[in-house]
């Protein structure tokens, strides 16, 4: 029993000893990974790198990140400041927030920073995007996509907008069954734009397959750029090249249309815009710059849509003061027809005849529910922020920001921590935009209230996305009402974009034409 009793002795201490040399070996190696990133620093710079951790070797903090989610931003900016260092995804990261911290990274555009997006997504979106150019040719670009969302070209949305919400919010009320309203807000989304921005004709079948093509490609334009079988890549520029092939005839139709006045869409504006500057646009160009306002318009607005319609639910009171504002402008009566009747816009939906009653002057007259708009994308804005590359090392909040390193904005921290509204900004508070909020005026020109970005890449379709979400508003208040299919509220999710969990699951009932919930209409 004795020898035996040593082997097993023997055996615990070399395991020891092979766990204390492992943890040894562990310390090292991240001290040595540490001191890597130490010894990055530019040192023609005198300041110092910004506070944080570079997490584990090779690591970084990637698996902390996936784990914890926008919590793990929330946690090191409380205990770094606006300002810190992490390393994510493979890269050194500076992660921004702040009014005038996020100003100077998006003002130096082209100058400090420019656009980061991974090889993959320049490979699936193309060349002839706002996306992948900087520079001249994306102050060019940028030029020509404004006439496609100028005030005259948004006048001419705004009915056939309110058109294609009223149909929807009436087949929600027609459900049997509970909505799924988040992807009920995708299908919608990819409508509203292959219609509007893209001119497109489509029936429901051909719809809804070419948006599973597109979802396609959204969903790998972040995958590794291997192109090989099977590979995320190669579904995405498989799908890609079906959405290119479908975009064809129609753009070959807007190549041939010459008279300004008679162009309804945003891609014909394209073209008109760049022949105007002297520029005859390629089909490939025109491809490309198709798919991109696809992107650009599908997912973030329905996200926008969906949190809208949950935080409505959420506070009645703001319910209650759209009514109001509805009724003070002579607006509180829906239009209501019978499902099944004919008109409408080809590829919208062809159930409603009733004319659209609201124009884009008159949106402008909703000022609260401008102002519940705007609250919803402070509150939740769709995207958490961007990516950029520094150019060259320059000074922020007292630290260097080194050049080749990634700086990502956080549009969410950012709306989180402004201390300049007039009530707190955990809160849902839509007065916090009113005139009579002198702080709320003064904020939107400080940065403190980004979710469509700043400077040289601001969203173009900014104002096109706020109308459609006052007239979404507006049919929802004036048409319906709705609850929760579900115990509770649901989660959400933030990452890449912000949406409930499940979906969100509501039942919609129509209102009758006379009534509202309070009872008779006046």
Not at 3 to 19: H, I
Not at 333 to 341: D, F, L, Q, V
Not at 381 to 405: C, H, M, N
Request: neutral net charge; charged residues 20%; hydrophobic residues 45%.
């Amino acid at each position: 029993m004795f020898p035996w009793g040593l082997s097993c002795l023997s055996v615990l201490g070399a395991v020891g000893t092979a766990l204390l040399c492992a943890g040894l070996l562990l310390i090292l190696a991240q001290h040595l990974w540490t001191l890597r990133w130490m010894l990055s620093r530019d040192r023609a710079c005198a300041l110092p790198l910004p506070k944080g951790s570079m997490g584990w070797p090779f690591l970084g903090e990637t698996l902390h990140w996936l784990v914890q989610g926008s919590r793990f931003h929330s946690s090191r900016r409380e205990r770094y400041g606006m300002v810190f260092k992490t390393h994510l995804l493979g890269k050194p990261v500076i992660r921004v927030s702040g009014a005038e911290n996020v100003r100077t990274i998006l003002l130096g555009e082209h100058r400090l920073v420019c656009n980061q997006w991974p090889q993959s997504a320049h490979i699936l979106l193309g060349s002839h995007t706002l996306l992948g150019s900087v520079g001249e040719p994306h102050r060019r670009r940028r030029k020509v996509l404004a006439h496609a969302f100028s005030r005259s070209a948004l006048e001419r949305y705004v009915p056939r907008l309110q058109g294609a919400l009223r149909r929807e919010v009436r087949s929600w009320c027609a459900a049997p069954g509970p909505i799924a309203v988040y992807q009920a807000a995708k299908m919608l989304t990819f409508r509203m734009a292959a219609s509007i921005l893209l001119g497109l004709r489509l029936d429901e079948a051909q719809c809804a397959e070419l948006a599973r093509t597109f979802e396609q490609l959204v969903e790998n334009l972040f995958s590794l750029p291997l192109d090989v079988p099977f590979s995320g890549l190669r579904k995405g520029i498989r799908a890609r090249d079906q959405l290119h092939q479908h975009l064809e005839e129609a753009i070959a139709e807007k190549l041939r249309e010459g008279k300004a006045e008679e162009l309804g869409d945003a891609l014909a504006l394209i073209v008109h815009s760049a022949r105007e500057l002297g520029h005859e646009p390629s089909v490939q160009e025109l491809k490309e710059s198709a798919v991109e306002l696809l992107f650009a318009a599908f997912f973030t607005t329905a996200s926008a849509s969906t949190s809208l319609v949950l935080l409505l639910l959420q506070h009645p009171a703001a319910l209650a003061k759209i009514r109001q504002e509805l009724a003070a402008q002579g607006l509180e009566r829906a239009c209501h027809c019978e499902p099944g009747s004919a008109g409408g816009d080809a590829g919208l939906g062809s159930d409603c005849v009733c004319e659209p009653d609201l124009s884009l002057a008159a949106l402008g007259r909703l000022r609260y529910i401008d102002c519940v708009v705007k609250e919803v994308l402070r509150l939740l804005p769709p995207v958490s922020g961007g990516y950029r590359t520094a150019l060259r090392t320059f000074e922020l909040d007292g630290y260097q920001i080194p050049k080749g390193w990634s700086v990502m904005y956080s549009i969410r921290d950012t709306h989180e921590t402004a201390a300049v509204y007039c009530s707190p900004p955990e809160g849902f508070d839509p007065e916090r935009f009113s005139s009579a909020c002198d702080e709320a005026r003064g904020a939107v020109g400080r940065f403190h209230y980004i979710p469509f970005g700043g400077g040289a890449r601001s969203c173009l379709g900014q104002e096109l996305a706020q109308a459609m979400l006052q007239l979404l508003a507006v049919e929802l208040v004036r048409t319906a009402r709705w609850e929760l299919a579900t115990p509770a509220f649901p989660a959400m999710q933030t990452v890449p974009i912000v949406h409930p969990v499940d979906g969100l699951q509501l039942f919609f009932h129509p209102l009758a034409p006379s009534t509202t919930p309070d009872g008779p209409r006046s």
